[in-house]
């Protein structure tokens, strides 16, 4: 849930010709910055993940995770120039993104391989979640390309999402 200070700063800041209502892009912008502190907050549990991995299956899944975070990192920019381009603020620094962000804390490290990748699976599950109902509302806000922004994320989030619960089924 965004702060009073994050919402204050979500309105649009400057005139602009187009031609989305201002209330829906007002409300796109508070979800894209919802968006934005969640994608900056994944990326950096991703490369937590990546440097403090250990075990067995350590240089797949130090791989693994580094794909992960490369991914996820382009989706900061486009997140980031799409509120700009609503007329409103980014709020993308680090405490900002810290202080709104809806993923839990990343795990204490050390910890096993498995619950590396149990605590990615449920951080890339919540963010997926967050994507798809952000499809749906921008949808019902009549802003196509935002939600086109939505629904590529949503496509590659499922996709790895199934690349890190792989490593945690087991064969029957």
């Not at 991995?53 to 490369?70: I, R």
């Not at 202080?99 to 990343?106: A, I, R, T, V």
């Not at 952000?134 to 790895?160: C, M, P």
Request: with cysteine.
């Amino acid at each position: 849930m965004p702060t009073k200070h994050l919402e204050a700063q979500t309105r649009t800041t400057f005139n602009t010709r187009n031609d989305i209502p201002a209330s829906a892009r007002n409300e796109c912008c508070r979800l894209l910055n919802t968006t934005l502190a969640a994608t900056l907050d994944l990326w950096t549990q991703l490369k937590q993940a990546h440097w403090n991995v250990k075990g067995p299956n350590f240089y797949q899944l130090h791989l693994l995770f580094d794909e992960l975070a490369t991914t996820v990192y382009e989706y900061i920019d486009m997140v980031a120039e799409r509120i700009t381009a609503l007329s409103g603020i980014a709020n993308g620094t680090a405490r900002q993104s810290a202080s709104n962000s809806f993923l839990p804390e990343y795990p204490a490290i050390p910890i096993t391989e498995k619950d590396h990748l149990k605590a990615l699976a449920d951080r890339l599950a919540a963010y997926g979640k967050h994507i798809r109902t952000s499809i749906e509302k921008t949808d019902e806000l009549g802003d196509q390309a935002t939600n086109d922004l939505y629904v590529e994320i949503a496509r590659t989030i499922d996709a790895k999402l199934w690349f890190i619960e792989a490593h945690l089924q087991e064969n029957h």
